[in-house]
């Protein structure tokens, strides 16, 4: 079964800041990737996604994710966070029928 | 549309009474997944279920633990003789198709507390 990391357990950021969290999985055969968000209250939604082709992937609100498959991650990156990027982050690996995840980086983002 | 909805929103419950949480997925949806999020855990993957299909039960931490997905729709997993430490959130995803291609939408979640 594969596992996947995310090293950041709670990161602080101020406004413009640049933002990485990383991602690492441990299978190394084909598998697609994810990045989900949690934002206080709200349910768990995608904030974007890997199946194959560009491994620069560009989601929602400003979000990109580079697919590094040598070094098995899939790290997410903002150039300048906003206060409302306040949330929780969880990356993901999918193969066959389940979706694994990490434990989640919380991001605060100070105004 | 209406997404994936759960009920109840918040469960609290003495320890070793019996707990059911229910599930709707979005319309059309043939995969159901059920998940469980612990306090600075990741989302630990619980059962899945497509069409008619047998179950995927792999992710169920023990037998006190059971699910079922009555007419291909709604969705309910029960928690006998709970225990403290099921204390979590129980989140819920549907997704159009079964597969690794295909996003999962997420419900609210119950946050169940057993006292």
């Known amino acids: 079964a594969q596992s996947v990391s995310q090293h950041n357990h709670h990161v602080i950021l101020s406004e413009a800041a640049s933002l990485e969290l990383g991602c690492n999985y441990s299978?190394?055969?084909?598998?697609?990737l994810f990045w989900y968000v949690q934002y206080p209250g709200q349910h768990l939604q995608l904030l974007l996604k890997?199946?194959?082709?560009?491994?620069l992937v560009k989601g929602i609100k400003g979000f990109e994710a580079e697919f590094i498959k040598s070094k098995f991650s899939f790290n997410l990156r903002k150039p300048s966070v906003q206060w409302s990027d306040t949330a929780e982050y969880f990356c993901?690996?999918?193969?066959?029928?389940?979706?694994?995840f990490g434990a989640g980086t919380r991001l605060t983002v100070k105004p | 549309g209406a997404g994936v909805s759960q009920s109840p929103s918040n469960k609290v419950t003495e320890k070793g009474k019996d707990v059911e949480l229910r599930c709707d997925p979005i319309?059309?949806?043939?995969?159901l997944y059920w998940y469980r999020q612990s306090l600075g855990q990741g989302l630990e993957f619980l059962i899945y279920?497509?069409?008619?299909?047998?179950?995927?039960k792999s992710g169920l931490p023990s037998d006190r633990f059971s699910a079922e997905r009555t007419g291909g729709s709604v969705s309910t997993l029960t928690i006998q003789r709970t225990q403290q430490e099921d204390s979590a959130v129980y989140l819920c995803?549907?997704?159009?198709?079964?597969?690794?291609?295909?996003?999962?939408?997420f419900g609210p979640g119950t946050r169940l507390t057993v006292l």
């Open positions: 995803a549907s997704s159009l198709m079964p597969g690794k291609y295909n996003e999962q939408f």
């Open positions: 299978y190394g055969g084909t598998v697609n």
């Open positions: 993901a690996v999918n193969e066959a029928n389940d979706m694994r």
């Open positions: 319309s059309g949806h043939t995969a």
């Open positions: 890997y199946f194959s082709g560009d491994p």
């Open positions: 279920f497509q069409g008619n299909s047998a179950p995927d």
